[in-house]
């Protein structure tokens, strides 16, 4: 059976983008790839020729880096053959074949073969670019067990530094100490590893990343049993979590010797944990042997600046960096528009698998539940007060705390929701708020703020008290404050909680007004949650039967209304309600720039050309099927740009004060927080000209 995950598409543009902003290097990104050639027993001409067909089809795909499998230019499973020296003549000979034949080629190659030094013959990785071999790194751990004999044959590499061996006529760099570098793009620094390395206690790769390295490689032979791809793919995965690493894992597939095991060719890309890339398995034939994608070289240099653990583990190794040699080679910049391996999420807060989805989805809300259920019990509140406006935010904040009274052995009746309508209240959002508290069996209540807001706008004398149509801030802030003040008088007057509505999204944005309920509360228990995830969280409430079908019916009402802060009556002429989307930009954009600047820092020209391979082709299709329509939406690149330059002006400049005076809520997504005693601390006088410029120097 194969896998069902392989190579993300090949996206490219007209010939006509040759902007460097399309540039994979200009990003900072490096395409590898996984290699299963066609494997024989033992015959290393025709290994070699797979070899360099596979190199040249790389070459073409514009990879920087090919892994193949261990030993595939000698062949793995041929036992006693391994110690004959013709066999072992042949393997010298396979190695100078891919040696000449890499000098036009861009890829750096890395071939396993077994190689003899000083009387011991080593397991090894050959590093070769471009017409050179750059060193050779042997094998440090063994297998002598099960099915396993290498010690029969090969000297373990540990504790093999600073030497050099003679290969072909030439002097190169031997060892376990090498790492190696570009020259001229810093951030193409690999390590290799080989096959029972990464099942050892300490890998070599933890040390070689310590070091420096951004991809770590391994050179796998791994014959197949039952289970074993899970453990492979368990293993890669989490060194390149631990790592904080790519790791590119290549194995040997059809072809080689089946006297008493079998072989399935497993390739696999991983990035921080994250599956870039995975191959087909048990592959015969023409089939495609190159399993690629993109790695985010910027991603993990900015991930690493942030895992203060990364540099405490390597001053407590003795800095690594200080044994390891750095074997330089110049690999050539390419200003190329390459298109994208890689597959981008739309909306990084949310998977796109749908298991993965409910277990997220699960859990955001069980952390919402649990954290105010906790402050309820702490605070001894009697009752808890909510602002109910029958939109998204409130919706979700209310649920949230029905299922929290209901942990806590409270009667509902104990959350008291109000609606408070103003000048701009639109009778279906009323409605939605009261069908809700009466679904859910709150104490429902209504005050209607207009009376108070027009004696305020008169005291302050504001024209839209005399009857003139001033829709400006005060307008708006003066309801929204009225709400707040209510909320808070309230909650004194009934021994009451207040409740906070505002989510991340909003609080990213600054979309939100001083002082007033959705910045400010008891308990912000949606400050922790994007607005696309509380979209989602809803749609799981629904489908997972969390409520009575009468809340259900109220929840689906809901999500389908337009986003609106209902502060403005609507177009006299057209009837359109206000349009938070249309002030501040679509949701789906802002949410993902706002992922990829508090949970990776990268910079905003690199933000958009992820949302540019992102979003481009959204309206051709590549949804998980289960995505609702009203999500499926495209965004070109000038409106990419329009929307970043607005949401790092409002992100970085003008909204951080908001976000320094946030009250108490749970963190909730890894992709960020906004709490300014958690993920995010700056200053509240900043600027975002850094920002500007950047996006104005590197964005077409």
């Not at 080593?122 to 750059?134: D, E, Q």
């Not at 040699?325 to 528009?337: A, M, S, V």
């Not at 789906?588 to 720039?593: R, T």
């Amino acid at each position: 059976m194969t896998s069902m995950v392989t190579s993300p598409p090949l996206t490219r543009y007209p010939a006509t983008m040759s902007h460097p902003f399309f540039s994979l290097h200009r990003q900072r990104m490096i395409r590898v790839a996984a290699a299963t050639p066609a494997a024989t027993v033992g015959d290393a001409a025709a290994n070699a020729a797979a070899t360099i067909a596979l190199a040249a089809q790389a070459h073409e795909q514009a990879c920087d880096l090919v892994v193949f499998p261990e030993l595939n230019l000698s062949s793995y499973a041929i036992d006693d053959l391994h110690l004959q020296s013709a066999q072992q003549t042949a393997t010298l000979a396979a190695i100078e074949s891919v040696r000449a034949a890499s000098a036009d080629l861009k890829p750096l190659l890395l071939v396993g073969a077994a190689i003899e030094r000083n009387g011991r013959l080593y397991n090894t990785a050959v590093i070769i670019h471009r017409g050179r071999v750059l060193g050779v790194v042997p094998k440090t751990f063994l297998p002598n067990y099960r099915e396993y004999y290498e010690k029969r044959w090969f000297a373990p590499g540990a504790g093999l530094t600073g030497l050099s061996i003679g290969l072909n006529g030439a002097e190169i760099p031997f060892g376990t100490d090498l790492l190696f570098a570009a020259d001229d793009l810093p951030f193409l620094t690999l390590h290799a590893e080989i096959c029972e390395d990464y099942w050892a206690p300490t890998p070599p790769s933890t040390m070689g990343a310590l070091a420096g390295a951004l991809v770590c490689c391994n050179l796998s032979a791994s014959n197949i049993v039952v289970g074993k791809a899970r453990e492979r793919a368990l293993l890669a995965a989490s060194q390149s979590a631990r790592a904080v690493c790519a790791y590119v894992y290549a194995a040997t597939g059809v072809g080689e010797s089946t006297t008493d095991l079998a072989w399935d060719g497993q390739g696999l890309i991983y990035e921080l944990g994250e599956l870039l890339a995975q191959s087909d398995r048990f592959v015969r034939g023409d089939a495609d042997r190159l399993t690629i994608a993109d790695v985010d070289a910027e991603r993990l240099i900015q991930e690493r600046t942030r895992v203060g653990t990364f540099n405490d583990a390597a001053a407590l190794a003795g800095h690594p960096e200080t044994r390891f040699r750095r074997i330089g080679f110049t690999h050539g910049l390419d200003e190329r528009d390459t298109g994208l391996r890689r597959a981008i999420r739309r909306f990084p807060f949310i998977p796109n698998d749908p298991d993965k989805r409910d277990a997220d989805c699960y859990e955001a809300y069980n952390i919402q539940v649990e954290g105010l259920a906790k402050r309820l019990e702490a605070s001894a509140a009697k009752t808890l007060v909510i602002g109910v406006s029958g939109g998204l935010d409130s919706t979700h904040a209310l649920i949230v705390a029905a299922k929290a009274a209901d942990r806590l052995g409270w009667e509902r009746t104990r959350i008291l929701g109000f609606t408070m309508p103003g000048f701009a209240t639109g009778e279906g959002t009323k409605a939605s708020a009261w069908a809700l508290m009466r679904a859910l069996g709150i104490t429902a209540e209504e005050i209607d703020i207009r009376p108070a807001a027009h004696t305020l706008l008169q005291g302050i004398g504001h024209p839209f008290a005399s009857g003139e149509p001033v829709y400006d801030v005060t307008f708006e802030n003066v309801q929204a404050g009225l709400r707040t003040d209510y909320l808070f008088r309230l909650a004194n007057q009934r021994g009451a909680l207040v409740l906070g509505t505002g989510d991340l999204s909003e609080l990213a944005l600054g979309w939100c007004t001083y002082g007033v309920g959705d910045q400010m509360s008891h308990y912000a228990v949606n400050a922790g949650v994007p607005k696309t995830l509380i979209q989602f969280l809803i749609r799981w409430c629904i489908r997972t039967n969390q409520y009575d079908e009468a809340t259900d019916q109220v929840l689906a009402t809901i999500l389908a209304q337009e986003i609106s802060p209902e502060l403005v009556p609507a177009d006299a002429e057209t009837g359109a309600l206000q349009s938070t989307e249309s002030m501040i930009g679509p949701y789906a954009l802002n949410d993902f720039f706002a992922h990829y600047v508090l949970r990776h820092g990268l910079a905003p020209s690199k933000i958009a050309f992820l949302a540019h391979h992102a979003w481009r082709d959204a309206a051709a299709g590549r949804w998980p099927a289960d995505f609702p329509a009203d999500a499926r939406l495209a965004y070109d690149l000038p409106t990419i740009r329009h929307w970043l330059e607005r949401f790092c002006t409002r992100f970085f400049q003008t909204s951080q004060f908001k976000r320094s005076a946030l009250p108490n809520g749970p963190k909730v997504s890894a992709g960020g927080a906004v709490s300014p005693r958690g993920d995010w601390r700056a200053p509240a006088d900043g600027t975002a000209r850094v920002w500007l410029d950047e996006i104005a120097a590197n964005v077409p």
